[in-house]
Structures are given as structure tokens and as C-alpha cells.
């Protein structure tokens, strides 16, 4: 699959991994409302890879029992949403928006139906208001001067 390995981690840097495999047809988003909480959005946007092909190549992530069904891994410093894990699935579902590069897996299909919002549908002809900062410049001037998000192209920055 193209853009393998993948590597991928938090906003802040203290948890990064490396993924070697990837199931295929795997990336989804999931509506349900469980992952909609998990990730505080509207869907969970998700990859498969099989357990053994994630590395965690800085730090651990912390992990939160969801149901008894399920572990939910995320980073305790920033609390950013890392992945879905199903008891004995044989499989970790990893944020897209995670990786470095989430353009290179694109979802294609969708889950959790019974919660998608209703408004869903809708998103792809709401109005552009353009890019971050547009209309206050100097507002994004300073978040861009204090931005603590890990950067992988560049040495760690401390938080």
C-alpha cells in the first residue's frame, strides 16, 4: 500500500509511532456515537494495521477502557485520540488524522451509521470563510510564533 511505513503521533510529540502494514480497504470513518466522544468530532476517521505492525517509536500512549469490548489509546500529556482497539481483533484502528501524512489514506467506507448526524450530508456545500487567520492576521501571526505542535520535519520543540 502506498505510504508505507507511516509514521504518525500526538500534537506534542510525546508519542509517535511507526506502522509497516496496513489492512487493506481498511480506512473508514466511524459514526457512532462512542467515537464521536472519543475523538470529539462528528466520526472517527480510522486505518486498520495488524497488532504487530505499530511501533511505538517515543513514549506509550495512556489507554482508557471504553467498554468491555474495547481500549481507546491516547496521549496523556495532549490528550490527542491515537487509536481504537477491539478485544482479540488481531487489529489496532489508528487516527488518520494522526499521521504525518493522513492525505494517503484517504476513508472508504463509513460505519456507525445508526449515529451519523444529520447535518452530515450537508458539510461538503457549507460556505468557505478561507484559511486559518483570513480576516486577523495578527491572531495568527501569534498562534504561529506560539505553537507548540510537534513537527516532524523538525527537532522536538519543548511544550
Do not use: K
Not at 517515543?58 to 489507554?63: L, N, V
Amino acid at each position: 500500500m502506498a505510504g508505507l511505513p507511516a509514521t504518525g503521533g500526538c500534537q506534542c510529540g510525546a508519542v509517535r509511532y511507526r506502522i509497516d502494514a496496513v489492512i487493506a480497504d481498511s480506512p473508514h470513518i466511524c459514526h457512532c456515537r462512542m467515537c464521536q466522544r472519543a475523538v470529539g468530532g462528528p466520526f472517527a476517521a480510522l486505518f486498520a494495521a495488524p497488532d504487530d505492525a505499530i511501533e511505538w517509536t517515543r513514549g506509550e500512549p495512556a489507554s482508557w477502557r471504553s467498554s468491555s469490548e474495547a481500549t481507546r489509546g491516547f496521549c496523556a500529556e495532549c490528550g490527542t485520540p491515537l487509536y481504537y482497539l477491539g478485544n482479540g481483533s488481531g487489529r489496532i484502528n489508528v487516527t488518520i488524522a494522526s499521521l504525518d501524512n493522513p492525505e494517503a489514506f484517504a476513508p472508504q467506507t463509513q460505519v456507525g451509521v445508526e449515529g451519523r448526524l444529520d447535518w452530515f450530508e450537508a458539510l461538503p456545500a457549507l460556505p468557505s470563510r478561507g484559511e486559518t487567520g483570513r480576516d486577523n492576521a495578527d491572531w495568527a501571526d501569534r498562534i504561529a510564533a506560539s505553537n507548540r505542535q510537534y513537527d516532524p520535519s523538525s527537532p522536538r520543540r519543548s511544550a
